[in-house]
Nanobody, 124 residues
Framework: QVQLVESGGGLVQAGGSLRLSCAAS????????MGWFRQAPGKEREFVAA????????YYADSVKGRFTISRDNAKNTVYLQMNSLKPEDTAVYYC?????????????????WGQGTQVTVSS
């Protein structure tokens, strides 16, 4: 079992930045690939970014590529999402997720553990 707790969400103006953190506990963090997803009201949960177990490989949704950066610190059992140049359409609840194994993937169905989410609101 892996417990995930997100933090760092909030209200920010368009063009601003936020850094989300996801702290993991319960199992060896470095055994898991990690992902960030988001869900806006009335929409399905969608992939944002993912990172491999070692951190050597990262993947991004086209909508955030060049603006968001995913990273991890295995010594601190934490994965981060740096979000720059935020847009109103980035408004959503952001979730981190863990997947046993090396490879980071984009499908929600591949992830076994989920955090409770943190709200990000971008005002225009």
């Amino acid at each position: 079992q892996v417990q995930l707790v997100e933090s760092g969400g909030g209200l920010v103006q368009a063009g601003g930045s936020l850094r989300l953190s996801c702290a993991a506990s319960g199992r060896t963090f470095s055994n898991y690939a990690m992902g960030w997803f988001r869900q806006a009201p009335g929409k399905e949960r969608e992939f944002v970014a993912a990172i491999s177990r070692s951190g050597s490989s990262t993947y991004y949704a086209d909508s955030v590529k060049g603006r968001f950066t995913i990273s991890r610190d295995n010594a601190k059992n934490t994965v981060y999402l740096q979000m720059n140049s935020l847009k109103p359409e980035d408004t959503a609840v952001y979730y981190c997720a863990a997947r046993p194994g090396t490879i980071a993937v984009v499908s929600t169905y591949e992830y076994s553990y989920w955090g409770q989410g943190t709200q990000v609101t971008v005002s225009s």
